[in-house]
T-cell receptor, first 113, second 113 residues
């Protein structure tokens, strides 16, 4: 079965600093990988996804993630944090062709002015 | 127009009651889901329907019964509510069964007292 590990439930970052959220996955077959963002009292919104092809994936709001098969990782980054980036971020994995998303436990990002 | 809409947004009810949550998507998607997010923000899939047919049924108490009258609607009925059912329930949809990219509703916060 697929699974996702996100370390550090709370992540504090200064405004303008690099945002780095780590995601490691386990999957017996090539995975599809996703990052979702959840703003307070909102549903989940897709930030970006990796299915096949280019391993560096760009998403919305200036976020990007790189699929590294050798490290079984899909870390999310943004060069410069904005106050509006304060939210919960979830990494998710599924087997290619399988629509059962397995989510990590999430990272609560706090942006410090 | 809201792509995936759920009603109600908030639901407070007493133990033992029966309640329903409704979900509609106007994206023309074939596949719909129910996810449960617990108090620690952990998300887990409950059910998935493809063209009105149940395709995923995780280990969920049979007090939970999904119903899909057509492929644009997936309702969740819960009998004999328990305190542990308190959570946020998210409806989602994807284009078809092979596409894991899911679009989420705003969630229904269920509180059982």
């Amino acid at each position: 079965a697929q699974s996702v590990t996100q370390l550090g439930s709370h992540v504090s970052v200064s405004e303008g600093a690099l945002v780095l959220l780590r995601c490691n996955y386990s999957s017996s077959v090539p995975p599809y990988l996703f990052w979702y963002v959840q703003y307070p009292n909102q549903g989940l919104q897709l930030l970006l996804k990796y299915t096949t092809g280019a391993t560096l994936v760009k998403g919305i709001n200036g976020f990007e993630a790189e699929f590294k098969k050798s490290e079984t990782s899909f870390h999310l980054t943004k060069p410069s944090a904005h106050m509006s980036d304060a939210a919960e971020y979830f990494c998710a994995v599924t087997k290619g062709g399988n629509n059962r998303l397995a989510f990590g436990k999430g990272n609560q990002v706090v942006v410090i002015p | 127009d809201t792509a995936v809409s759920q009603t109600p947004k908030y639901l407070v009810t007493q133990m033992g009651n029966d309640k329903s949550i409704k979900c509609e998507q106007n994206l023309g998607h074939d596949t719909m889901y129910w996810y449960k997010q617990d108090s620690k923000k952990f998300l887990k899939i409950m059910f998935s329907y493809n063209n009105k047919e149940l395709i995923i049924n995780e280990t969920v108490p049979n007090r939970f019964s999904p119903k899909s009258p057509d492929k644009a609607h997936l309702n969740l009925h819960i009998n004999s509510l328990e305190l542990g059912d308190s959570a946020v329930y998210f409806c989602a949809s994807s284009q078809d069964f092979s596409r894991a990219e899911a679009f989420f509703g705003q969630g229904t916060r269920l509180t059982v007292v």
